[in-house]
């Protein structure tokens, strides 16, 4: 869905003040600048850029409207594929701690590629890469401590 650029003006306006009124509370270091500067003049900046979206969606509005649909989300098999990709995402949630990254990851990889249709013959292994490659940079490079689940037996 597109959201006007006057409604999201709006809302980064919104958020401006908020973050100007917050960094005033912000205690002073004994000089000029303290650390509120810093907060205000991004809260400025991004005051600046809200009148900019503003005034580009209220000349818009008329062509476009307040809210569209995207074209995609005529197509059934699209709007599927997102929801799709949604419960995925919930579904890694409820189940990775159970199952562990490395099971779940390779779960939902197959479902999303039967689902797009690519083939058995291609999707294994990438399922399987793609997992293994995954992990092995989030836990070792990046030290985030990723669920073992039912693979704690052989956790390296």
């Known amino acids: 869905m597109k959201i006007n650029d006057a409604l999201s003006g709006v809302l980064l306006a919104l958020f401006a003040v908020v973050i100007y009124l917050y960094a005033a ?4 270091m004994g000089q000029q600048i303290g650390a509120a500067v810093f907060p205000q003049l991004l809260a400025g900046g991004f005051l600046i850029c809200a009148i900019f979206l503003v005034r580009q969606g209220l000349r818009s509005v008329r062509a ?9 989300f005529r197509e059934r098999r699209a709007v599927a594929g997102f929801l799709l990709v949604l419960l995925a995402l919930v579904f ?3 189940a990775s701690e ?9 779960i939902l990889l197959m479902g999303l590629f039967m689902v797009f249709r690519v083939s058995l013959k291609l999707a294994v292994p990438v399922a399987l890469l793609s997992a ?3 992990h092995y940079l989030f836990y070792k490079f990046l030290k985030v401590p990723l669920p073992w689940g039912i693979l704690q037996p052989v956790a390296w």
């Open 25 to 28: 509370t912000l205690p002073q």
């Open 132 to 134: 293994l490659g995954i």
């Open 92 to 94: 890694y949630v409820l």
């Open 98 to 106: 159970k199952l562990g990254f490395l099971p779940t990851a390779f």
């Open 64 to 72: 476009e409207g307040w809210f569209s649909l995207p074209e995609w």
